[in-house]
């Protein structure tokens, strides 16, 4: 069993998120965490869960990694498990009413993601998420590198 996590990460909290996911899931399976700009084609071949996690940029995912999914040719993952996460901030009740609406509008980067891997062909293996950063630059909130761990989990790989 194969599973490949590809991330992007500005500030490194994304970074953070996947390899608690990889530490995750290294037992029993063959894990390879990767930075978007660093994946080949052969990272791909034999794997049988992957998980592509960004952090929300303007609602959506990082230019890169919308990038490598368009690039990812048709059916690419039939027969993958696939699932998406990103990062976000936390909308509060002090966020700004504008704020608000816009993410309410617009939404994140996880659910776009994960219905453009399955249109690649994959099996959604998991339901979209999202981990909170404080602030912007980080670091993670309390509990939710755990959490990502425990989400990481239920893969089915
Ligand atoms: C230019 C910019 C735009 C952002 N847009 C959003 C957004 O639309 N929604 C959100 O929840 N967080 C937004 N954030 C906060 C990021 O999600 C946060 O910086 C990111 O999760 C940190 O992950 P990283 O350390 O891996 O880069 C934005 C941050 C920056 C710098």
């Known amino acids: 069993m194969k ?4 991330y992007d990460s500005v500030f490194g909290n ?14 029993p399976a063959e894990v390879a965490v990767k930075h978007v700009g660093d994946v080949t084609s052969d990272d791909l071949t034999g794997v049988s869960a992957l998980i592509v996690g960004s952090p929300t940029r ?3 995912a990082t ?19 696939v699932a998406a996460f990103d990062t976000r901030i936390e ?11 816009f993410v309410k ?6 659910e776009p993601m994960a219905a453009k891997l399955v249109k690649k062909g994959g099996t959604q293996g998991l ?3 999202g981990f909170i950063v404080e602030g912007t ?11 990502a761990a425990a989400w990481a989990a239920r893969m089915p790989i």
């Open 105 to 110: 509008l617009f939404g994140y980067a996880a």
């Open 127 to 129: 339901e979209p998420a």
């Open 63 to 81: 230019p890169a990694i919308k990038a490598w999914i368009k690039g990812l040719p048709p059916g690419s993952l039939e027969g993958v498990h």
């Open 58 to 60: 303007k609602f959506t």
């Open 14 to 27: 994304t970074e953070k998120v996947a390899r608690a996911m990889g530490a995750a899931l290294e037992e």
């Open 137 to 147: 630059e980080g670091p993670m909130g309390e509990g939710e590198l755990k959490r």
């Open 91 to 101: 909308v509060t009740d002090d966020t700004p009413g504008i704020l608000r609406f």
């Open 3 to 6: 599973v490949l996590i590809v």
